[in-house]
Nanobody, 118 residues
Framework: QVQLVESGGGLAQAGGSLRLSCAAS???????MAWFRQAPTKDREFVAR????????TYADSVKGRFTISRNNAKNTVYLQVNNLKPEDTAVYYC????????????WGQGTQVTVSS
């Protein structure tokens, strides 16, 4: 059983930066890890994902060039560096894990709030 705990959210001004972390209990080195977000009144949306080795990262068009996903398998931690924040980035950010060969993200954290003021 994988448990995920996000941290690092908070209040930032437009143009600012935050670093979100997702600490996993249990080994996740063979899991694809991802970040999703959900803004008030909106559906949850994909933000970024990273392959088990960390060699491949994929981003939503809305964050490409501003957000960077990375992982440290020795620490069972995934990061999301968010730069040049915009008010529309305001959302609860969730970490998720998908086992290799799986189609769905089966494990989710509780989320961390990011609020961007203009």
């Amino acid at each position: 059983q994988v448990q995920l705990v996000e941290s690092g959210g908070g209040l930032a001004q437009a143009g600012g930066s935050l670093r979100l972390s997702c600490a996993a209990s249990g080994g996740t080195s063979r899991y694809t890890m991802a970040w999703f977000r959900q803004a008030p009144t909106k559906d949850r949306e994909f933000v970024a994902r990273i392959s088990p080795s960390g060699g491949t990262a994929t981003y939503a068009d809305s964050v490409k060039g501003r957000f960077t996903i990375s992982r440290n398998n020795a620490k069972n931690t995934v990061y999301l560096q968010v730069n040049n924040l915009k008010p529309e980035d305001t959302a609860v950010y969730y970490c998720a894990a998908r086992n290799s060969g799986g189609n769905n993200f089966d494990y989710w954290g509780q989320g961390t709030q990011v609020t961007v003021s203009s």
